[in-house]
Nanobody
Framework: QVQLVESGGGVVQPGESLRLSCAAS????????IGWFRQAPGKERERVSC????????YYADSVKGRFTISRDNAKNTVYLQMNSLKPEDTAVYYC?????????????????????WGQGTLVTVSS
């Protein structure tokens, strides 16, 4: 059974940090580009970060550049999102997702409207 499971969300104050994890089962996560996405209340889902599977390149949305870091541990079949200097506007449900149709691909293959595997999401709340 193919599954992505996010964890690590929670309630933090502005300026604090969280590390999200995305654990894959049923397939080898290292073969595929993996993205982190988020959806805030009343807003569309957006891509936050992505890591390619061919050359390890990393992509970050401008809003999180310099504060978030994506990484993968292929031995653990897990991708992480380290989030530092969190802001209230980072409050959202965070999802990891991939498209298993593409092997050894860069992040350009991840079409937010056509991904074949999503996690259930983990809620991040940044509030004072």
């Amino acid at each position: 059974q193919v599954q992505l499971v996010e964890s690590g969300g929670g309630v933090v104050q502005p300026g604090e940090s969280l590390r999200l994890s995305c654990a894959a089962s049923g397939f080898t996560l290292g073969y595929h580009a993996i993205g982190w996405f988020r959806q805030a209340p009343g807003k569309e889902r957006e891509r936050v970060s992505c890591i390619s599977s061919n050359d390890g390149r990393k992509y970050y949305a401008d809003s999180v550049k310099g504060r978030f870091t994506i990484s993968r541990d292929n031995a653990k079949n897990t991708v992480y999102l380290q989030m530092n200097s969190l802001k209230p506007e980072d409050t959202a449900v965070y999802y990891c997702a991939t498209d298993r149709r593409y092997y050894y691909a860069d992040c350009s293959v991840l079409n937010i409207n056509d991904l074949d595997a999503w996690g259930q999401g983990t809620l991040v709340t940044v509030s004072s």
